[in-house]
């Protein structure tokens, strides 16, 4: 076996880079340079846990859920992309990804519609993640449990103001 290779610095990625770096990886690929080559738990640390160490929101959402985020890349953001501002085409696969990815199947599950929640709190993350890029949003200075608190915070905050809609709206 080879020495262990160092992970990389957490640097927020420019947009441009982030394409390059995946422009033309196959799945497999992608999730062995997104989860590593050992598995197992350095897998799911890698897949669960270090998204909540990201520098920003849009690192975190690079990070969270590979298999999505592969797809999503390929076959919602970069299609939007060729002819949208960056930031519509973030927010519009965020809202593709509450609705596609969430909701509907909920409601398939469910055998009924019920309030887009899902689409609703990946809409304010969407806004979240365009926020923090605009603004260069960069936490990598700060300690680990900071970066975890100010990501929780984040998607805690969105969750509650997506719920605070639904239940308005539903009564």
Known sequence: ????????????????????????????????????????????????????????FAEFWRRWNPVYGYYLYYFCYRPLARGLPRPLAMLITFAACGLLLHDLPAWLVTRRVLPPGATIAFVFFGVGAILGETLHMDLSRWPAWGRVIVNLAYLVGSVVAMLVIVLTVVR
Request: proline residues 11%.
């Open 1 to 56: 076996m080879g020495e262990p290779q160092a992970p990389p610095p957490i640097v927020p990625a420019s947009a441009s880079n982030v394409r390059r770096r995946y422009r033309g990886l196959t799945l497999r690929q992608y999730l062995r340079f997104r989860l590593g080559s050992a598995g197992g738990g350095s897998a799911w640390f890698n897949f669960f846990l270090k998204p909540f160490g990201a520098a920003s």
